[in-house]
């Protein structure tokens, strides 16, 4: 089962790179499982090669050269707790993972989890895994792609329940509706209410999808969920949920900048329309030859940003949980 969600992974990252190429090596941490404080493994997926890689957990810190982990037929490199002679520990409650490639010249990953301050997801149970995934959009304009760390059980999978009942504007409830979260396709019955597969892990969820794949704003949603359990959530809509086709064509991208273009050294504000909040949201702002300008913190979903170069087209990244959701070309002028 190990092997199999590994292919699965490899499958869905290289996918990830084939079509969203990155400016630079980078690298991804796929997998984490610990099953005590000094026994546990680490999986990771490198785009490039590194001549060195720095893994610093808590307050440790390891120096590894010439790739000395452990590489599986997909081409993803797994470090084990009984490989070094001095104990590592993770704290299964709650840690941070850093991988440096090259000393950080190269690329960065972080990974936090349970009761760490910079936590994105719970933590595992013994015999869970948190594990990189992804979920589909579409809608007429065609799919857009998210990136998150899920809880993996090799019982229950990756997906719990969610379930409740859904109130229009009015407090209504919404009937024989077709909607979709996080990917997954569910209906509402005569009486308003629903039941719906979702990854387990710490998500806030601020929409659903209509039948059309339009965004429908909802009072935010926040999860934490384990494979295999159920929540019960109401979801209260804050707008109509019909829309029309001219609606969708104004929702082309999860961003929008303006205005654009920008005066040089003036300010770019921005919009952010995600189901997720993640709490490792950032804007990058590349040269057109793919070298990093200005790079910046997400804390909301609007905000603005300082314009520090001179006239000329650059590209806008926002990535989550350092992958890249979207690119976006700005004129500075």
Not at 129 to 156: A, C, K, Q
Not at 268 to 295: A, V
Request: a negative charge.
């Amino acid at each position: 089962m190990r092997k199999f969600l590994l292919f699965i992974l490899i499958f869905i990252l290289g996918m990830s790179v084939y079509c969203n190429p990155k400016p630079g090596p980078s690298i991804h941490i796929v997998m984490l499982t610990i099953e005590t404080k000094t026994q546990w493994s680490l999986s990771l997926l490198f785009e490039f090669k590194p001549d060195s890689l720095k893994i610093i957990i808590s307050k440790d810190t390891i120096l590894l050269s010439n790739y000395e982990l452990h590489l599986d037929d997909y081409g993803i490199y797994t470090m084990y707790s009984e490989d070094f002679l001095d104990s590592i520990e993770i704290n299964p409650a709650g840690d941070i993972i850093e991988i440096l490639l090259d000393y950080n010249v190269l690329g960065t990953a972080t990974l936090a989890f349970g009761d760490h301050p910079k936590s994105i997801i719970q933590a595992p149970v013994v015999g869970q895994s948190i594990v990189l995934d992804y979920y589909s959009y579409d809608n007429i304009l065609g799919e857009s792609r998210y990136y998150f760390y899920t809880i993996y059980d090799p019982t229950n999978g990756v997906l719990g329940t969610m379930k409740g009942t859904i109130y229009d504007v009015n407090l209504r409830p919404i009937i024989n509706e077709n909607l979709t979260l996080m990917g997954k396709h569910f209906s509402t019955n005569a009486n308003g209410n629903y039941s719906v597969p979702i990854y387990a892990g710490r998500f806030s969820f601020t929409f659903v999808c209509n039948y059309l794949g339009k965004h429908v704003s909802i009072k935010e949603i926040n999860v934490e969920l384990y494979p295999g359990s159920i929540i019960e959530r109401d979801i209260y809509l804050l707008e109509g949920i019909n829309t029309s086709v001219l609606d969708i064509e104004k929702e082309r991208s999860p961003i929008r900048f303006f205005p654009n273009p920008v005066s040089s050294f003036g300010k770019l504000c921005y919009e952010i329309d995600l189901p997720i909040l993640s709490g490792n949201m950032s804007l990058h702002i590349f040269s057109i030859d793919g070298k990093l300008l200005q790079s910046q913190k997400v804390t909301d979903s609007s905000g603005e940003i300082q314009i520090a170069q001179p006239k000329g087209i650059c590209r806008i990244v926002l990535k989550m949980d350092e992958k890249r959701i979207v690119t976006k070309s700005i004129l500075i002028e």
